[in-house]
């Protein structure tokens, strides 16, 4: 029916025509729908980037009254010149500098081994013997040093056990590629089997071309001292290269660096030194409330310390060698923040390492017909040998935290991997480093100062 109304032609629906389109407008103008909230599981929900800047702010106020509270409580306590008598106790006397430059002879001792195999001077099982000498003393001579020499500090000792100890995983590198290099040559292979470091570099058009180096050809002090000075523990005679350095990125890795370490000796001497030194008398009087109170007051700077580190060593430290020397492998960790168990996280977080491990002593075992489970436990095995050589010898005492922490990781390995699962596994490894760190830092703390 239509009717005309101030000029204009209306239509109204019959009785029928109604009852067919109040529905649909019922529909059309409905809010509600069959969904989840946000933050339940079922929403799919994922998006939380707003509550993670929340925590970030959190954290950083926390921490800032954290620092306020140590700022009024003890004053400034950074002191430049106290990190110099960490490294020196005599002015005249460098025994770490002395220690780490006679390194060189262990490293011609390698080579010219090598050189000597490669012409068939002496045997397989003569050069293995030397080889093996060679490895053992690299081990001992810094514990001897450290041990009878008084001059040594502990900060100086530890680090030149660590130099010593990455010459011995590269040097032992050295010796199992070069060794597999006259298995293939006496196999008359004509290429070798790995993608095998220093190539030499030739110049077409000004555009840099690489040449592939084959064995014997690599043993030169060119590509000796290439290796010992490049971010990997892993011998290849062909590395992978750079075609040129980057200023710009260089640059700023070196800024990281001194700004990162200065940032870390401000931290350890304003934040951590006074945490510790109040934890002693608590651990004297075994006062158990006291002793958690301050290992969770410790594990804050701590872990801050720790993160820090990590980036200023394997990103910013390994990263600015790299560009220098213009090597192309720069995967020295992975993504080890998201991992969901134990064995995820040592397999990421420290990649040469891992590298190495996985070439020169579990593959190895595995092939021998050792177990996968076994090989694992060896591998912990030697990282907690090396974790409390480069602990015990600088501070001149044998408690085996650092080793007895390194093998809690196996069973903890099999728990997180058999009963704990995504967000739960990730909040597992977090909280083993968290807390773990502390834990031997205040046992070695304690047996060293306290009698």
């Known amino acids: 029916m239509n009717v005309n109304v101030n000029g204009r032609q209306l239509f109204f629906c019959s009785c029928f025509d109604i009852s067919f389109v109040i529905p649909v407008l019922i529909l059309f103008c409905s809010c509600h729908k069959l969904q989840e909230s946000l933050l339940s599981s079922a929403s799919g ?28 409580k003890y004053g400034i306590l950074v002191d430049p010149i106290q990190v110099i008598s960490l490294f020196l106790k005599d002015p005249y006397s460098w025994p770490a500098l002395c220690l780490i430059i006679f390194s060189n002879v262990f490293i011609m001792a390698a080579l010219y081994t090598e050189r000597r195999l490669s012409v068939g001077t002496f045997g397989e099982r003569l050069g293995t013997f030397l ?19 008084s001059s040594m500090t502990p900060v100086g000792a530890v680090f030149a056990l660590a130099v010593y100890t990455i010459l011995f995983l590269k040097l032992y590198s050295y010796k199992d590629v070069n060794r597999w290099c006259r298995d293939i040559r006496q196999a008359r ?35 000796m001292y290439y290796f ?8 290849e005679l062909n590395f992978p290269r750079s075609p040129r350095i980057r200023k710009r990125f260089l640059l700023r ?6 700004f990162l370490m200065q940032l870390l000796v401000g931290l350890i001497q304003q934040w951590m030194v006074p945490t510790i030194q109040n ?19 410790l594990a804050v700077p701590n872990h801050l310390i720790w993160l820090i580190f990590f980036y200023w060593f394997f990103h910013s430290s390994m990263n600015f060698v790299a560009e220098l020397m213009q090597f192309g492998d720069r995967e020295f960790y992975r993504d080890w923040w998201n991992s969901e168990t134990v064995t995820y996280f040592w397999a990421n977080w420290n990649i040469p390492v891992h590298k190495w491990c996985l070439r020169h002593f ?90």
């Open 253 to 258: 890795r070196l800024f990281e660096m001194v």
């Open 228 to 235: 010992i000075f490049a971010p990997t523990l892993c011998y």
């Open 189 to 223: 292979a004509r290429t070798l089997a790995r993608s095998l470091s220093c190539p030499t570099v030739q110049r077409f058009n000004g555009s840099a071309v690489q040449t592939q180096v084959s064995y014997p050809g690599n043993l030169t002090h060119r590509d």
């Open 45 to 72: 929900y994922s998006n939380y980037r707003g509550i993670l800047n929340w925590c970030v702010v959190m954290l950083i106020l926390s921490n800032a009254r954290l620092f306020l509270e140590n700022l009024i």
């Open 362 to 451: 579990y593959k190895p075992m595995l092939k021998r017909g050792v177990s996968k489970r076994v090989a694992q436990a060896a591998v912990f095995l030697v990282s907690a040998f090396f974790h409390e050589y480069l602990v015990s010898v600088p501070l001149k005492m044998f408690r085996l935290w650092a080793f007895m922490g390194m093998m809690v990781q196996v069973p903890l390995a099999w728990f997180v991997g058999q009963f704990l699962r995504g967000n739960y596994g990730n909040a597992a490894v977090w909280i083993s480093l968290i807390i773990g760190q502390p834990i031997a830092v205040l046992m070695y703390v304690h047996d060293y100062y306290v009698p």
């Open 131 to 149: 080889h093996l000498i060679n490895l053992s003393t690299i081990l001992c001579l810094p514990v001897a040093t450290v041990l009878f020499v």
């Open 279 to 297: 934890s002693m008398k608590p651990f004297q009087d075994m006062d158990f409330s006291r002793m958690i109170e301050r290992l969770l007051k």
